[in-house]
């Protein structure tokens, strides 16, 4: 119960900054500005360490030592190494345009900069409307791990329904009160504390099982196990394909809008360099713990695991659903790490150690404020609300979204069935990678038009419900579905806008050489 | 194409080209500390490596023309 204390402390911390940030939030004569994007004054380490905290999520600490558990040291180059390689190139080449193109134009959404990129208006809502629709998984997520990680911390106390609230309303009142500012520095913390976390989780759990090189060689004497240790399991082709989920990162809303907060470019240069050693420190102990996990047989909670995928494994194909998705949940691994901590932690190290995942699991918070300041500007503001209502309704509008979103996001995490990493996977992550074709067409192909856009958009939503309910959907030639769903959003994008008509000359003009603003 | 830019379009196509270590697939061995095997190891590398690409990228091929928006913006704030 001590580290459940101290995790709800760190809670109280965090509301506390969130809610600190509001106060220090200065009148202005921009209001939503202010509110949706910290008045565009994010300094050099804020910037650096929330943007790195927001696209961190429950996936990163729990998803990924989750994977490690079931699928070995293969996670590690799934999504951590790509992302080192692929996010940083993004940040460079889109990030600073996008960055560029908001201070010049006052844009607050990409939705925005597609409007006057591509002069155009209802395919601005349609995309808007898809990258809101993949976005909700990605909250959910957020709500789900928060209920995980405190049944876990709490040795199941507290039960997942409650864990999961707890999260929810202390996350939607930070982002209620402070907005992007509140969020920004709260996001910052929580990456200070998680970065810390897994060096420290590393040495504590590794002393507790007796020394790293004792376990790894268990894992090599089991017959089951010692494929965990290698890629065998794994054909290179899906490794392959899975350099392309980093491209999702920059078309999530919550990283463009991210990128438009940064005080100078300059902010970009450090985030960009630092990326990539981000990356290795959070990614590399949790996966190796994940991996280490397998070891630990004496450990009831983690020898059920390995009973449930053991029965699993040799369970016949007339195996019924419901059986076979109650074993999937009992070997799943989202909460090995908890358990490791809660094994050999002692209580108060555990506690603090409970409130570093819980800072990666509350990563939730941009995702909630992006879809407000989507709502209230690429809708409400756009269809006259803004003119009508005045900017300040604007503001208290993006607050009630935020109350409204985070209340069904808990409704939906409380009913889904799925394990966090795949639903993050089949659904945000191969969209959003779709989606990123949008960017490199606005910002680096003079000739795309708003039929090639819009034929990407309805391509993406398409190909994400096929996917989700078609086992088996575009998974061709053993490459990973996101793979065809990216080829093809830029093959549909190129076809049709050399079929149609481009911008006119003068806005091809503004995106191809940017200039001062006057 | 400018001799640099080749060298960084070239630089950034090798290091993606090394993310699939097929080499070091189905092997344990060798193990770094003695219980790292070379797919994390070896990814751990390639994450420094990647830093360093980041590093170079950002003193030669920086887009300066777009940071004349931001000292516009700042002398438009004094």
């Known amino acids: ?518 | 194409m400018r001799p640099i830019a080749l060298l960084l379009v070239l630089a950034t196509g090798a290091l993606y080209a090394l993310h699939q270590d097929v080499w070091f697939w189905r092997t344990v061995e060798p193990l770094a500390f003695g219980f790292l095997p070379p797919a994390l190891w070896y990814h751990g590398l390639y994450c420094l490596a990647a830093t360093l690409l980041m590093w170079t990228l950002t003193r030669t091929a920086w887009p300066h023309h777009l940071e004349s928006d931001d000292r516009a913006n700042e002398d438009r704030q004094r």
Not at chain 1, 101 to 108: D, E, I, S
Not at chain 1, 266 to 275: D, N
Not at chain 1, 311 to 325: G, Q, Y
């Open chain 1, 1 to 518: 119960m001590i580290p459940a204390l101290l995790v709800f402390a760190y809670l109280g911390v965090v509301l506390y900054i969130g809610i600190f940030a509001f106060r220090r939030s200065r009148p202005s004569n921009r209001e939503a500005e202010d509110y949706f994007l910290a008045g565009r004054g994010l300094g050099p380490l804020v910037f650096l360490l929330s943007l790195f905290g927001t696209n961190m999520t429950a996936f990163a600490i729990l998803g990924s030592a989750g994977h490690a558990f079931a699928n070995g040291v293969v996670t590690f180059g799934l999504m951590a190494s790509s992302s080192a390689f692929v996010i940083p190139l993004t940040l460079f080449f889109v990030g600073t345009r996008v960055w560029a193109l908001g201070r010049r134009h006052g844009f607050m959404t990409s939705v925005q900069m597609f409007r006057d990129r591509w002069e155009c208006a209802h395919i601005g809502t349609v995309i808007f409307a898809i990258q809101a629709a993949l976005l909700v998984p990605y909250i959910i997520i957020g709500v789900m791990g928060g209920g995980t990680a405190l049944r876990a911390i709490s040795g199941g106390f507290i039960p997942f329904w409650l864990g999961g609230a707890v999260v929810a309303m202390v996350v939607m009142s930070y982002v209620f009160f402070g907005g992007m500012r509140g969020t920004a520095w709260v996001n910052t913390f929580q990456t200070i504390l998680f970065l810390s976390f897994g060096a420290i989780a590393v040495v504590v759990i590794g002393r507790g099982m007796g020394g790293f090189p004792a376990a790894i060689q268990s894992l090599r004497d089991t017959v089951d196990l010692a494929p965990l240790l290698t890629r065998e399991r794994f054909s290179p082709l899906a490794f392959l394909s899975y350099t392309f989920i980093p491209l999702s990162t920059i078309a999530f809303p919550h990283i463009t809008i991210f990128c438009l907060t940064a005080r100078r470019m300059a902010q970009f240069r450090r985030t960009v360099i630092f990326y990539p050693l981000c990356i290795l420190a959070i990614w590399l102990p949790c996966v190796f713990l994940g991996v280490a996990a397998n070891a630990m047989h004496d450990v009831p909670r983690i020898a059920q695991k390995l009973e449930a995928r053991r029965v699993l494994a040799a369970a016949p194909a007339s195996l019924p659903a419901d059986e076979r998705a109650a074993l999937r949940r009992l070997a799943a691994g989202d909460d090995v790490v908890p358990i490791m901590l809660e094994q050999y932690a002692p209580l108060w190290l555990a506690g603090i150690l409970g409130a570093g995942i819980m800072a990666a699991v509350m990563a939730s918070d941009s995702q909630i404020l992006a879809l407000s300041t989507m709502f209230t500007e690429d809708v409400f503001a756009f269809y006259g609300g803004k003119a009508r209502f005045g900017e300040h309704i604007q503001v208290q509008t993006g607050r009630a979204f935020v109350v409204l979103l985070t209340v069904i996001a808990y409704a939906v995490a409380m009913q889904a069935p799925q394990g966090i990493f795949d639903l993050a996977v089949q659904y945000a992550f191969s969209g959003y990678s779709a989606l990123s074709v949008l960017f490199f067409a606005a910002l680096f192909w003079k000739r795309s038009t708003k039929w090639g856009a819009l034929a990407v958009a309805l391509w993406t939503a398409f190909a994400v419900f096929y996917t989700a309910t078609t086992p088996g959907a575009l998974a061709w030639f053993g490459l990973m579905p996101v793979v065809p769903m990216t080829l093809i959003a830029a093959l549909l994008m190129i076809v049709v806008s050399l079929a149609t008509t481009p911008p006119s000359a003068q806005t091809i003009s503004r995106y191809s050489a940017p200039r001062p603003a006057t």
